[in-house]
Nanobody, 123 residues
């Protein structure tokens, strides 16, 4: 049973926009903070953004502030990551995540991961 199912992503030119979606099992969305991470080739997986369980607070890695926006629609059991003004350095595999704790403006205690989706930004 897929707990987190991602969609979206693809190839876009620098300066463009993409939206990632993460459809979550209802019990996960009701119980966890949700977030996004990314992993570029040869690099460790890194935090991108998170949203609190009730959706009242959002958190971003410094380089994403002002460009990315995370949101959740609990009625649709879906979390979104809107990515604007994309740069070639945003190229990575993006992962949806469900975690237990927000620590230091980052999502921790991840118990569930999405399958990953490739985002490629051309210059």
């Amino acid at each position: 049973q897929v707990q987190l199912a991602q969609s979206g992503g693809g190839l876009v030119q620098a300066g463009g926009s993409l939206r990632l979606s993460c459809a979550a099992a209802e019990h996960i969305l009701n119980s966890y903070h949700m977030g996004w991470f990314r992993q570029a080739p040869g690099k460790e997986r890194a935090f991108v953004a998170a949203i609190s369980q009730r959706g009242s607070s959002t958190y971003y890695a410094e380089s994403m502030k002002g460009r990315f926006a995370i949101s959740r629609d609990n009625a649709k059991n879906t979390v979104y990551l809107q990515m604007n003004t994309l740069k070639p350095e945003d190229t990575a595999v993006y992962y949806c995540a469900a975690g237990t704790t927000i620590v230091g403006q980052s999502l921790t205690g991840v118990n569930y991961w999405g399958q990953g989706t490739q985002v490629t930004v051309s210059s």
